[in-house]
């Protein structure tokens, strides 16, 4: 069955779905902010599951199309790397909470320096919006600066944090948007006739 594309006329037709479905990101976006250390080690291995997951399909499909396959090696090396690296998140989960907060401090380091070189080219050609591109690349290296300042001891709570926020931001998002489809029911019924 193909996904249901997420329309106006979808989500008005399914609000109450979409409504009771964004209540619920909102409710365990919230105990991920009360409980980011328990949020951070769930985050941790369920990366850890999916890590696995991939790798064990990766040595799957590697094997079944065979060893003349072209890239059989790569991929095959690939998939166990994955393997790999979620029983070593599963086994270690400390150690893989560690290695999640060092890359997203890299993410967000990355994304800041990106996000102010693009500001500044902005600046001339989009000059109503680099001030906001340029706010948001020094809020990712704010951020990324306090979770080095504070390693390795935000390892322990700054995913389950960051999941947190973003679970409770997609909620309001989805209520939002249910909320207000709801009176588009005659405008987006199609004519007949």
């Known amino acids: 069955m193909p996904a249901m594309p997420m329309n106006a006329e979808n989500i008005r037709k399914y609000r109450t779905w979409f409504m ?91 994304g800041g320096i990106g996000k102010l070189i693009l500001a500044f080219g902005y600046r001339r050609d989009i000059p109503k919006a680099w001030g906001w591109v340029l706010f948001s690349g020094v809020v990712d290296l704010v951020l990324a600066g306090l979770i080095l300042m504070g390693f390795p001891e935000t ?8 999941v947190g926020i973003n679970l409770v931001f997609m909620g309001v998002s989805l209520m939002v948007a249910a909320y207000h489809c709801r009176d588009l029911g005659s405008s987006l019924t199609p004519a007949t006739g």
């Not at 390892?155 to 960051?162: A, D, E, H, K, R």
């Open 155 to 162: 390892s322990l709570w700054v995913i389950g944090l960051m």
């Open 20 to 110: 009771i479905y964004g209540a619920v990101l909102v409710v365990l976006g919230l105990l991920a902010v009360a409980l980011p250390n328990i949020a951070t080690l769930a985050t941790s291995l369920m990366v850890g599951w999916l890590l696995l997951f991939a790798g064990v399909f990766g040595l799957i499909a590697a094997f079944s199309a065979g060893q003349s396959s072209a890239g059989f090696w790569w991929n095959l090396f690939i998939a166990v790397i994955y393997v790999l690296a979620g029983l070593a998140i599963l086994f270690r989960p400390v150690a893989g909470m560690l290695t999640l907060t060092i890359l997203l401090a890299a993410y967000l380091l990355a």
